[in-house]
C-alpha cells in the first residue's frame, strides 16, 4: 500500500507492480488515472486523508498490505509510519522524529550545523520585531543583499521567501503568520547563487544507497519565470552534479545518515538533498524525507533491482547485502498544469483530459496521474498539477523529443492545459556546449 496521492505516487505503484510476488497495489488517497492500463490489480481507496493518521490506518485495516510505503511529507509529519508500525505492519518511510529533518527546518538547519554539513548563514526567530531589527541593520550595511525567509514548518514548497531590499524583507517577515503554525519559528537565510541539484539516497538507517541525480523547474513559466510550484518538469541524471558527486554522498548524504544514527533517531527511508553548487562548493538548501515530485518520476525508473525488495531490505535493516544497479538512460519529465496554476485554477476544473489514454500506451513514454479523477468514464481535471509525462532516451535530447511528442497529443477542454516547453534547458545548452557559464562559474541562477 503507497500513502499519497499525485504522479510521484503512481511512479512509486509502478516500481512495486513489477515484483514477482507483489498480487495487488493500493493508493491511498490516490487518483482515478493510477488504475489505468495497470498489469496486477491496482485499488484506489480514497477514505484517507494525507493529514489524518486515523485514517489511514482504517485504510491499512481494511486491506492488511504487506508492507505499506508512506511517500508523501504532511503524512510523513504527523507521524504515520510511527502508528501504523505500532500496529503491527511492516512501513517503510522516515519516523516523525526523523522526518523532522524536512518538517522543521529550524531544527533540520541545527542537525546540519551540528553535523558540519555545508550551510549558508541563517539565523532563526519566533519574534517579528526581533527580526525586523536584524534585516534593518543588514540592509544598512548590503541594500541589495540577497536574503531568504523561510517558515520553520511546512507550507507545500511555498514557506521561502525571496528578499532583496529592506522593504521586501519587512513584508516577507510579515507574511510568516499567515503560514499559521509553520510561519511560528522561521529563518532568515543568506541567499545562495549557483545551480540547484536534487539527489537521493535510500537508507535502512545504518547504511545507504545511492540513485542517480536529478534537475527540476521550479517555475510555472519558461526560462524560470513566474511563480514557484511543486515543479514543473524535471530531467535525470543532471550533469550539474558530474564532477561534485562524491563530495554530496559525502558531505550531504553520510553525514545525515550517520549523524541520524549518533543522535538515536536513524533515518530509514528515501533521503533528499536540495542543493547548490557554485565553484564546485555545494551547501544544502534542505533536505526532504521522501522523493520529489517531479524528480521521483525520472529517478526511481532508472532503477534496474526489484523496488519492493529494495524497500524490504531497508525495513529489516540488510540494506548492506543490496547491490544497487542504475540503467543508463536519460529521462524528462513534463508536468501537465491546469491554466491558472499556482494562482486560482478553480474555472479550469472538471474539465475533459484528452489524449491521455492513447499516451499510456506509446513505447518509451509513461505517463502518470495527479489531479485526476474518473467520473462516468469522463477523465476530468481536479487539481492544479493534473500529469506528468515521462520520456525516456539513450540522451536527455531524446528524452525530451519523446516527451513533447507525446504532450502535444493531450489537451483540455477550453484551452486549458499549461506546461514548460524549456525542461531540462540547462543540460540541454550544456550538451549543445552553449553554456558552460551554468557550472562552476559566478552567475548565474539564483534560488
Ligand atoms: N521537487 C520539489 C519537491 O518535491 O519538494
Known sequence: M?????AREHTISNAYEKNEGVKRVIITPGNDFMTYNRSKEVIVDKESSLKDAESILRVAEKYKPDIIDVAQDDALAIGVVDLLTEKGFKVFGPTKKAARIEWDKEWSREFMKRNNIPIPEYESFDNEEVAEEYVKKIYEKEPKKLLYIKASGLCAGKGALKTTNVREALENIKMMK???EAGKNFLIEEGLIGEEYSYYAISDGKTFKVFKSAQDNKTINDYDEGEQTGGMGAISPARVTEDIEEKIIEEQVRKVIEGMKKEGTPFK???????IVNNRKIKTIEYNARWGDPECQ?????LKNDYAEVVEACIEGTLDRINIELDDKARMCVVGAL???????SKAKNKEVRGIEEVNKKEGITILGAGIKNVEGRILTNGGRIFSIVGEGEDIKEAKKKAYEAMAMISIEGNNLHYRTDIGWRD???????????INTKVLYSL
Do not use: N, Q
Open 2 to 6: 503507497i500513502v499519497g496521492s499525485g
Open 298 to 302: 525520472v529517478v526511481l525508473p532508472a
Open 178 to 180: 499567515t503560514f499559521g
Open 428 to 438: 540541454i545548452e550544456r550538451i549543445d556546449e552553449k553554456s558552460v557559464r551554468f
Open 269 to 275: 527511508g528515501i533521503l533528499y538533498v536540495g542543493g
Open 339 to 345: 491554466r491558472g496554476y499556482p494562482e486560482d485554477y
